[in-house]
């Protein structure tokens, strides 16, 4: 009965918290539009401009025939992300638990059928899309008779799936098929996703380094399918460039940069709980700007991500890994046996370090497949050359503390990443840790791109130059391997 009551009372302060946001992005989309409208209208567009928009535009076209050469339900657990997309356009947020059952929902009979109709691509290179096969998933269409699935992936909040749940639910109003509305969930999670990239940086100035980490094959992938990475790696670029800008006392810090803050921080956090480090970075700019907004926003987030954590950790089941012991008493144990933690971790990292390497980089599909040695060579060597270009120590030490402190949070997330995986993936006990793939240290590349760049002015010149020519060469480089790879691993036999 307790735990009952429990259940009713988060379940009604997320119901608020959810109305809240509503209404607070509806004023902030407002806002933003207006402000995007005035600067169009009014500012004139540099050379420098003009060849970001360029780019950007390059960037969408490429993510486009992208996703029409990779056939649906190809990026690892597209299954289950479409499904919560699916429940999301409904209005569900939290998942049922009937008794005896794994979590899950009603999911369309329509939209089930589409997916079977390419399950038999997954781990079998030999098999390639064909035109039967293309022709029967075009003809599916919702029905309208939803079953109850079970939904295995971890409980997320749903925000992180708006973009496609819009586009499921304008397919199903339009009364177009399952595939069309499945590509316009595609398109539109692309779209949000590289336009959230933009306004960030236009917030901050971004480097060569985090430029070539978004435009990596397994970046560049997740972009264009349906899952919880794109967006998730698109707003953890806004939240580097908010929080940098927030440290850099030469610019201009407006309260709204706060609160867009506090909501991508909530969306990352509750999609992904390694990443609760990153809910300091309030604080952080609480210590640089001593605005009380950035403390408030700090304590909803906490109470936010709580809560959901609280709620899904009493009412969701995984029945797929069966140990004798429970994630809370395996983490309780790891805690307090850290010398044993770091050392399965030390054992994991030696064994699986080339698999993080490639899968970093990219393994597409349900890494099934890979590219080259030679090009993940010449990729390592791009990211090396990036790295060093990225760099500026002109300016940095004047928000060393700063910066230091993020350094260390991302070792946090890193750590966190591992430890989440050893006590809800791995068996008990074990040597090495099971289920990391490289995608997962995306993220905190990023940040750490933003937190290696100095300021946002700092750079000569002839450096600007190189760096801008590199990204071309990359980008040519990018495009044509991996249409190559998959073009042959989808189309050709």
Not at 187 to 197: E, H, P, Q, R, Y
Not at 354 to 374: A, C, E, H, K, R
Not at 384 to 399: C, H, V
Request: glycine content about 4%.
């Amino acid at each position: 009965m307790n735990i009952q009551l429990c259940k009713n009372i988060i379940f009604n302060v997320l119901s608020i918290i959810s109305n809240f946001g509503k209404n607070l992005y509806k004023k902030i989309k407002s806002f933003l539009l207006i402000f995007w409208l005035k600067s169009f209208i009014h500012k004139d567009i540099s050379n420098l401009e003009l060849f970001k928009i360029l780019i950007w535009s390059l960037v969408l076209g490429i993510c486009t025939i992208y996703s029409a050469i990779i056939p649906p339900i190809q990026s690892p657990d597209e299954t289950s992300h479409l499904a919560s997309a699916y429940l999301l356009s409904k209005g569900r947020i939290t998942f049922i638990t009937p008794p005896g059952q794994d979590s899950g929902g009603y999911i369309d009979s329509g939209l089930l059928e589409f997916i079977a109709s390419y399950t038999n691509l997954p781990f079998r290179p030999n098999h390639k899309l064909n035109y039967e096969m293309t022709l029967r998933s075009q003809s599916i269409r919702w029905t309208g008779d939803e079953k109850f699935i079970p939904v295995r992936s971890s409980p997320y909040f749903p925000l992180i799936y708006a973009p496609s749940a819009i586009g499921l639910a304008i397919g199903k109003i339009g009364n177009l098929s399952v595939e069309q509305s499945y590509r316009i969930g595609r398109f539109i999670s692309t779209f949000t996703c590289l336009g959230v990239i933009a306004f960030a940086f236009s917030i901050y100035q971004t480097n060569m380094l985090s430029v070539l980490v978004l435009s990596l094959p397994m970046s560049l992938f997740q972009l264009t399918t349906i899952n919880a990475d794109a967006l998730s790696l698109a707003l953890i670029v806004l939240i580097s460039s908010i929080t940098m800008r927030g440290i850099d006392k030469e610019k201009e810090y407006q309260p709204w940069m706060s609160y867009i803050l506090g909501l991508s921080l909530f969306a990352v956090i509750t999609a992904r709980w390694q990443l609760v480090p990153l809910s300091l970075l309030l604080i952080i700019i609480w210590l640089k700007r001593k605005q009380p907004i950035d403390i408030l926003t700090f304590l909803f987030l906490c109470i936010g991500f709580t809560l959901w954590f609280v709620y899904a950790w009493l009412n969701y089941r995984d029945s797929r890994i069966i140990r004798e012991f429970t994630s809370d008493i395996l983490l309780k144990y790891y805690i307090l046996h850290p010398l044993h933690t770091l050392k399965i971790i030390g054992n994991t990292i030696v064994t699986y370090k080339n698999s993080y390497i490639q899968s970093f980089i990219g393994v597409l599909g349900w890494l099934d497949t890979p590219f080259s040695s030679t090009f993940y060579k010449i990729s390592i060597l791009f990211l090396i050359i990036a790295t060093g270009l990225s760099i500026s120590f002109q300016n940095i030490r004047k928000d060393y503390k700063e910066r230091l402190f993020i350094q260390f949070l991302i070792l946090c997330i890193i750590l966190f990443t591992f430890l989440a995986l050893l006590v809800t993936w791995s068996p008990f006990p074990t040597e090495r840790i099971e289920g990391i793939q490289g995608r997962y240290f995306l993220s905190p590349m990023v940040l750490m791109g933003y937190v290696l760049r100095g300021t946002s002015t700092n750079y000569r010149p002839i450096q600007t130059k190189i760096s801008y020519l590199l990204i071309c060469i990359w980008t040519v480089f990018i495009a044509y391997f991996m249409t190559r790879v998959l073009i042959f691993r989808y189309l050709v036999s």
